[in-house]
């Protein structure tokens, strides 16, 4: 388990001389609980004392970053098991396999429609981060032939599963600007592959059947010298593997266990499309920080994709849009003016009912911290005076020749007090947006 802050004080100096930049030790050890500065800060801290703190100075899940700049992936470094107890912070990456037996022209289809594989959901960008080149044909040639295509073809991150340690170091030398991960495909050459791991400074994933074989080698591993490591468990038996999952990263936030603080990888091994998303899910749930997958049909993937984005949501941050006017359509002086909150999926679920009414018209968000209408009316963020003031400085009595705006149905109990406080007329609209569509049409 991480240490207190009082755990830590007790292994520090004491001597209070502010080196570090806090005024005392224990100021210093609060921070380094709390994980808001290094240990390094403290040059007076003893070799023991170090060695007993590495607890708190280092994540219990290692951060591991594939790939390089804005795209790269970054995994790990969690600090919890349940969503509710803070947040969750590096959403799982999801992979697809490309394997080094196809054909020229199918590769470079394949490689096509993984780039294609972005989406986007409630105001946020979601796509696949890596493509995997699995080097199932077992010959060197045909593996750096497929990774230099895939290479080209993809500004993805990369991952080369080879047991090949010779075509994993003609690849890596080929896209070493790329940081790939190198996957281990073969247990046997974890030491050459970990020795081209630290030589092009690449993460390593290590490839284990069991929890125990898998602390060895990742101690073996990082003796070696390589840093960023993750855990590929071989079992056939999904539910196993989900226990195996959960059971590390038990092991590694409550018992501090560091063989196995290292983020996850797993690798999807269902036939049909059904079974192999239940499987994806089950993994980006339970505690995986790569999925690599074999399908890559946009409706396998999507669905995929909104679990890991709402898994990984802040609970404490609902999504939000910007709390502005939003112009659907051709608007017009006349175009109605709708008023909501900005709450993500309740704009989106309005604009996307305005959109199928195809009546032009103006949507203004009122700034309700993210909350829906109803709990945003109860919390006070939604009220007659907010949304009048809203109508006075948006901008919208210069944009329409009018003065009426339609509230919500569910909150019909603003409208005289919103007339009273802003002069517009106040029309009360359908309670849920899928009435929208029907009442627009026939809006004077
Ligand atoms: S530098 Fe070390 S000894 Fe000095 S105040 Fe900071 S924690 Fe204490």
Redesign the pocket.
């Known amino acids: 388990m991480a240490l207190s802050g009082l755990d830590i004080y007790k292994l520090?100096?004491?001597?209070?001389?502010?080196?570090?930049?806090?005024?005392?030790?224990l100021?210093?050890?609060m921070a380094l609980a709390q994980k808001k500065v290094s240990l390094d800060?403290?040059?007076?801290?003893t070799a023991t004392a170090r060695e007993a703190l590495e607890s708190a100075s280092q994540p219990p899940i290692k951060l591991v970053t594939i790939g390089k700049g804005e795209d790269k992936l970054e995994i790990g470094n969690e600090t919890v098991m349940y969503r509710h107890e803070q947040k969750f912070f590096h959403p799982a990456g999801i992979g697809c396999l490309v394997e080094d037996t196809l054909s020229d022209n199918e590769l470079t289809a394949r490689v096509a429609k993984i780039n294609a594989l972005t989406f986007e959901r409630v105001g946020q960008k979601i796509g696949v981060s890596l493509i995997c080149i699995k080097n199932s044909s077992g010959d060197k040639t045909k593996f750096v032939n497929a990774v230099k295509k895939v290479a080209s073809g993809s500004n993805l991150n990369l991952a080369l599963y080879s047991g090949n340690p010779e075509a994993v170091k003609e690849s890596l030398t080929i896209i070493k600007d790329r940081r790939p991960l190198i996957i281990c495909a073969d247990k046997a050459k974890t030491d050459d592959l970990a020795r081209l791991a630290k030589e092009f400074s690449a993460p390593l994933a290590i490839t284990a059947a069991s929890l125990d074989e898998a602390a060895e080698l990742t101690d073996k591993v990082k003796k070696l010298g390589v840093d960023e490591i993750m855990i590929d468990l071989k079992t056939d038996d999904v539910s196993k593997r989900i226990q195996d999952f959960t059971f590390m990263r038990r092991l590694a936030l409550k018992k501090n266990f560091r063989l196995l603080g290292y983020p996850v990888l797993a690798f999807t091994g269902s036939n049909t499309p059904d079974l192999e998303l239940a499987e994806a899910v089950s993994y980006v749930a339970k505690y995986a920080g790569l999925v690599i997958v074999k399908n890559i049909e946009k409706e396998f993937i999507f669905p995929l994709l909104v679990v890991r984005q709402d898994i990984y949501q802040d609970p404490q941050k609902p999504v939000q849009v910007e709390p502005k006017i939003y112009e659907i359509g051709k608007v017009t002086k006349d175009s109605p003016v709708l008023v909501t909150t900005n709450f993500s999926i309740t704009y989106f679920t309005v604009a996307c009912e305005v959109e199928s009414s195809k009546v032009p018209t103006y949507i203004i968000c009122c700034d309700s911290e993210g909350m829906s209408v109803l709990t945003a009316w109860a919390a006070e963020k939604f009220t007659a005076e907010k949304i009048a003031n809203l109508l006075k400085t948006s901008g919208i009595t210069e944009m329409v020749g009018h003065r009426k705006i339609v509230i919500p149905g569910y909150v019909s109990v603003l409208s005289g007090k919103l007339e009273e406080v802003s002069g517009w007329k106040v029309a009360v609209g359908p309670r849920e947006a899928s009435g929208i569509p029907n009442y627009l049409r026939s809006y004077k």
């Open positions: 520090l100096p004491k001597t209070n001389c502010k080196e570090c930049g806090f005024a005392t030790c100021a210093f050890a800060k403290c040059p007076k801290v």
